[in-house]
């Protein structure tokens, strides 16, 4: 735990700050790009195009509180760099590269094809009417909330462990969450009211259930509002 947690070295907080730099950079570079689509392919045929919001933004790492100003980090440990689609965009199927533990039980080896944004057809090897439970909980329950970016050369992803939590097991490999979104994910959000967020294109939800879908080969290409394409990852890890 203390070595996914970049703990274990001589100096922690050091190590927190030259990671939450790198968050940092990773996430202006990729709000500079100005992305309207993310397009996820790999070779267990992962073949999705998720829809971005057009004033959402990528965060990561250090938050500030508001008000008082206290930089804080509010997940330890944390790899993502993450953001919150537009509801109703996602076209295509993935497929999950770790188990999804829920309500005492396992998920495994599972897909989920989405039509005009919702989760119309999933199939498991263990437990698929788990996950059927998942997408029938409610309004927004079977569309996305979250895309997250995790590199799979990441301390969680190398230790070969699989921690069956979510808030460890999500830090090792890209993930998608199916549910609410998350509101500070627009820029301005503090001017707007939920109901404003959500008519921007903020999914809402009771759940938010992240589910693992990075890896080694995982290509993730982006395009931009002019059109433009950019590479974001490559082989399962950053392009740049």
């Keep these: 735990i203390l070595y996914t947690s970049r703990a274990d070295g001589t100096d922690p907080i050091k190590a927190w700050e030259m990671h939450n730099a790198d ?5 202006e570079h990729l709000n500079s790009l100005n992305l309207k689509t993310l397009i996820y392919k790999a070779g267990n045929g992962t073949d999705l195009r998720v829809g971005l919001i ?3 933004r990528f965060l990561a790492g250090a938050e500030t ?7 804080y980090n509010p997940n330890i440990p944390s790899e993502e760099v993450f953001i919150s689609p537009m509801k109703g965009e996602a076209e295509g199927i993935v497929y999950s590269s770790r188990p999804l533990a829920f309500r005492g039980v396992l998920i495994e080896n599972f897909s989920i094809r989405f039509e005009n944004g919702r989760a119309a057809e999933v199939h498991a090897e263990k437990n698929e009417e788990a ?7 409610g309004d927004g329950s079977d569309m996305l909330g979250e895309c997250a970016l995790v590199p799979h050369n990441s301390p969680i992803s190398n230790s070969g462990l699989m921690f069956y939590n979510t808030l ?9 969450a199916l549910g609410s979104g ?16 959500r008519a921007k294109g903020i999914n809402d939800s009771i759940i938010h259930e992240d589910f693992m879908i990075g890896t080694p080969d995982l290509a993730i290409t982006g395009i931009r509002r002019n059109g433009e394409q950019a590479e974001i990852f490559r082989s399962g890890n950053w392009a740049f």
Excluded at 23 to 27: A, N
Excluded at 131 to 137: A, E, P, Q, V
Excluded at 168 to 176: I, P, Y
Aim: aromatic residues 8%; hydrophobic residues 30%.
């Design 168 to 176: 460890f097991d999500e830090n090792a490999a890209c993930h998608l």
């Design 131 to 137: 996950l059927r439970t998942i997408i029938s909980m």
């Design 65 to 71: 509180t508001l008000g008082t100003g206290v930089v």
């Design 23 to 27: 968050l940092k950079h990773r996430c």
């Design 54 to 56: 057009p004033d959402s």
């Design 182 to 197: 998350f509101t500070n994910c627009l820029d301005g959000y503090e001017r707007y009211t939920l109901e404003e967020c």
